[in-house]
């Protein structure tokens, strides 16, 4: 994604990439504000374009986010996705989930926050769409804990439970360490958790 903010208000650029441009904008907008606090008008001067542009392509303030909530969930989830199909039973194959998320953020790493962000709507489209997404990602948790636990010889639902509970806490804790240290590439975070998992194994 280019952060060129002159061609965005330019003629002669195709709305699919126009659009992607206002997207791109608008997610770090959202990230550092929250929906709550973000500004069809904030967003609008990070883009360099007017407000009616922004709402003719996407209808509302609403509509925006929606977009940029599937931008990032979906792209995030569907690495996610792909790394689960190719990891086998061991702790340290956990590694390939941990780089899925962190290169799926790599363009844009604060969009994290978006997908957590507390001061989203709670009914309607966004939240519909924000549960869903939270559903997916439960659901990849679970089931490689459930795989897990099973190759281990145990089949408590319970304990696959809290397994994916605790995994998905580790998975936000690194991504947040990585958000406090913006010079850590992907590629180093995901080094440093396969050190940090051989260490544990070891």
Known sequence: MSSAVATIGTKGVPRAEREEQIVHFAVGEFATSGYAGASVAAIAARAGISKPLIYQYFGSKEGLFLAC??????ALLDRLEAAERNVDDSVASRIYALQAVFEALEPQRDAWRLLYDPSMPTTGEIAAAAADYRDRTRAIAASGSSRFLRARGSRS???AS???????GIVDSAVVWWLD??????ADMTRRCERLIAAVLS
């Open 157 to 159: 639902r319970l304990d």
């Open 162 to 168: 809290a397994l994916s509970a605790v995994w998905m």
């Open 69 to 74: 909530l599937h931008s990032v969930a979906g």
């Open 181 to 186: 240290h913006p010079g850590e590439s992907a």
